[in-house]
């Protein structure tokens, strides 16, 4: 397999991998339970609450263990569901696990606006400064986007917002290992992360909040995660999370250099290859290894078919549940016409790659374009 | 590759004949509903091809469907008459999208879970129905063309679907006993008058009976067709044997729906029928004798006789008259078991 869809999910390190084994066969106990199986349990998930702080600079008792990245963004957003200040300004190039939960909760009394987007694809200050009203409580804005990788004013956000006193909510699954996630420069009050998007496991993620006592629960139960996300926990999981997101965090420079490399490898042989190729979203404010590209003239659905014979993996739009494929709402959102938005594959690269790889790649594509 | 059982078995048989084999996962509709139904499809076509170890790629024309199928529909709905968007699916979107994809992928042929079979007879290819009479699909296929026809394969056309069924359960097909998908795709299992209320304003008036009573009120011309019996909202009716209501007629001009009493009522039969959009599979119109037509899928073959064709329009006189001819509704000819080819109903008189 040749695997450049790393933004829809990576495979497992293998350290990783091998410690979910041993948990898996040998920690059983519940962590909850205060006996000694019990409390190697729960050792184990403190001590992945510690890794993952560490590696954003935040501390273990602002993380917090969800489902994934999908479950840490509704926890936000259904914990103001009756807040007396219920406007949320977010954008129109968010991931579903955003404007889809708004979108649901609108008729329960959360209002949103979603601010447009310029064909940068990146989300403008001024624009979400002018969306903010008197019962704005929420900016929700991506680190990176999905598609295009453009990184977004997330800084910036919060400078108006602190002003304001509004809270600020950013959805960072794309970014551990790429760039730096440093919260106490940040200074957002929550942060998504989703473990398999940096060569951990699936099914589990983290919300970060900078002060707990502001969430309410979304699930309720047995009183896990100081009672605001109950259920027994998936320790392997989350040791899996906990060591994935250290890995991360570790020498990023070097990992970044690997990315930029790929990517730079790949742009100039596409230049050559298709010279019509067209590159979205601003090129210089965006994630490594992420590259959205247009092939006017081409077909995405009956490239990525071709592709996959050639046991290559690149994606479209983003994937969905039942094998879909229709124009992606972020590349309307930059300004793609339909015809231009079914022309476009993502390709990212990622840590399982190599140079020859992509001269695989390159050669495939090749024969592919008209 | 529907995740249905035909055209699992028919992508079975072709693995079998030594083809080379790749499946699609069409998806023409874009779900309103929070359920996503075609979900289940997509898993249940995946398995099939994880059996049958073959490749399953996804293709989506919802924006073709919606601008040349949808559309349609609704202008037929509004116009008072009953389209059958199956005929037009195939003619627009399997036969005409889907095929242009799988030849530019590089396939000799498209094949399809259709119980219909074709056989090359002196340089045409003739539509035949399928071997299993009660399963036989010519009629959502009677506007296909010699280019259409000669691409396609239909695996199953000389099966009958309890072997159908039998062949997959032992090739170890999850849905060997899935349900057989009935009505429009589009609104599956929901009520089409649901369903049509979302798009098209419901305009009711009264419903007269066949001699100008006043009986009660219909909720919109459109959620009626002309034949139906359940769902008019008024009662049996008087001591007649058979006294139930059918609709006659809609009268457009006054959004009247015109019913009468009993199902041998005269004024449901009709001996004429005139039809527009004729196309026939060979190119070519055919011999005047021994035809017979359908006038909806469920239907029996009438003998008849073409009276008149004046380029694509085409008048029909039936042997015996048709019950429930409703506009909007295709007409197909045959000539025995092959499938000559059809028109879309506009009138019928006696």
């Known amino acids: 397999m040749y695997y450049f869809d790393h933004s829809a999910t990576t495979p497992l390190l293998p350290e990783v991998s091998e410690l979910m084994d041993h948990i898996n066969k040998d920690v059983y106990g519940n962590p909850s339970s205060i006996y000694s199986i019990g409390r190697e349990s729960r050792s184990i998930i403190e001590n992945a609450r510690k890794q993952i702080a560490r590696s954003i600079s935040a501390r273990p008792e602002q993380i917090f263990f969800t489902s994934g990245g999908t479950e840490a963004n509704n926890h936000v957003f259904w914990s103001l569901i009756n807040n007396s200040q219920n ?5 129109v190039i968010e991931h579903p696990a955003v404007t889809k939960v708004l979108e649901f909760l609108n ?27 008197p019962g704005t409580s929420l900016i929700s804005l991506m680190l990176a986007n999905n598609e295009i990788g453009t990184l977004q004013p997330v800084q910036e956000s919060v400078e108006i917002a602190k002003e304001r006193d509004i809270l600020v909510h950013t959805d ?12 106490s420069t940040l200074r957002v009050d929550f942060l998504s992360l989703s473990a398999h998007k940096f060569y951990g496991p699936k099914g589990v993620g983290v919300l970060y909040v900078r002060e707990p006592k502001k969430l309410s629960p979304l699930i309720i139960g047995g009183g896990q995660e100081k009672n605001l996300r109950a259920g027994t926990e998936n320790i392997s999981a989350i040791a899996g999370m906990g060591l994935a997101a250290e890995t ?52 995405s659905d009956i490239i990525m078919t071709k592709l996959d014979r050639a046991s290559i993996a690149v994606s479209n739009g983003s994937a969905c549940g039942s094998g879909d494929i229709k124009p992606s709402p972020i590349l309307s959102a930059i300004g793609l016409d339909d015809s231009m938005n079914l022309s476009t594959i993502r390709f990212s690269f990622g840590a399982s790659n190599t140079p020859q790889q992509i001269d695989y790649l390159l050669t495939e594509l090749k024969s592919i374009l008209i | ?27 023409n509709w874009e779900e309103e509903s929070e359920y996503c139904t075609s979900e289940q499809d997509y898993i249940d076509a995946l398995q099939v091809c994880d059996s049958l170890k073959i490749p399953l790629h996804s293709v989506n024309f919802a924006k073709e469907y919606w601008d040349r199928v949808f559309q349609y529909f609704l202008e037929e709905y509004k116009n008072g008459r009953t389209p059958n968007p199956d005929v037009l699916c195939n003619n627009e979107i399997k036969f005409k999208e889907f095929l242009n994809h799988a030849l530019e992928l590089g396939a000799d042929k498209i094949a399809t879970g259709h119980y219909v079979r074709t056989d090359n007879r002196d340089g045409t290819i003739k539509l035949l129905k399928g071997l299993d009479h009660s399963k036989d699909q010519s009629y959502f296929l009677y506007g296909l063309d010699q280019k259409q026809i000669s691409s396609a394969l239909f695996p199953i056309g000389d099966h009958i679907k309890s072997d159908v069924r ?13 349900k057989d998908s009935v009505g429009i795709c589009f609104i599956g299992e929901r009520n089409i008058k649901d369903f049509l209320k979302q798009y098209i304003p419901a305009n ?14 219909h909720d919109g011309l459109m959620y009626y067709t002309i034949g139906q019996r359940k769902g008019l909202g008024i009662g049996g009716g008087h001591s ?69 064709i004046d380029q694509n329009n085409i008048s029909i006189e039936f042997e015996t008259p048709c019950f429930g001819i409703a506009p909007g509704q295709s007409v197909v000819f045959y000539d025995g078991d092959l499938c000559l080819g059809g028109a879309i109903i506009d009138s019928y008189s006696n």
Not at chain 1, 172 to 183: L, T
Not at chain 1, 267 to 293: D, H, R, T
Not at chain 2, 166 to 178: I, R, T, Y
């Open chain 2, 1 to 27: 590759m529907s995740g249905g059982v035909d055209s699992a078995v028919a992508a079975s048989i072709l693995i079998d004949e030594g083809h080379d084999v790749e499946a699609f996962f069409m998806k």
């Open chain 1, 87 to 91: 406007h949320i300004v977010s954008n």
């Open chain 2, 166 to 178: 039998k062949k997959a359960e032992k090739l170890g097909f999850d849905n060997f006993d899935k």
């Open chain 1, 248 to 299: 991360s965090a570790n020498s990023l420079d070097k990992k970044v250099v690997a990315l930029i490399e790929f990517e730079e490898q790949f742009k100039s042989g596409l230049n050559k290859v298709f010279k019509k190729a067209i590159f979205n979203g601003n090129q210089s404010k965006k994630l490594p290894g992420l590259i959205n590209v247009s092939f006017p003239g081409n077909r």
């Open chain 2, 240 to 308: 007649d044997v058979d006294g139930a209501w059918y609709v006659i007629e809609k009268n457009i001009e006054h959004n009247q729906l015109i019913v009468g009493q009993g199902h041998n009522n005269p004024a449901l039969y009709h001996k004429f029928l005139k039809a527009s959009k004729l196309h026939w599979i060979s190119g070519n119109m055919p011999e005047n004798n021994g035809l017979k037509a359908k006038i909806r899928y469920r239907a029996n073959d009438v003998p008849c006789q073409i009276k008149d």
């Open chain 1, 172 to 183: 960072a699954v794309q970014c551990m290992g790429k760039i730096e996630i440093d919260v």
């Open chain 1, 107 to 133: 008729p329960l009394g959360l209002e949103h606006e979603l601010v447009g987007v310029n064909e940068d694809g990146i989300v403008s200050v001024d624009d979400i400064n002018k969306a903010i009203k």
């Open chain 2, 204 to 217: 009711p008036g009264y419903i007269i009976t066949s001699d100008g009573q006043n009986i009660g009120q």
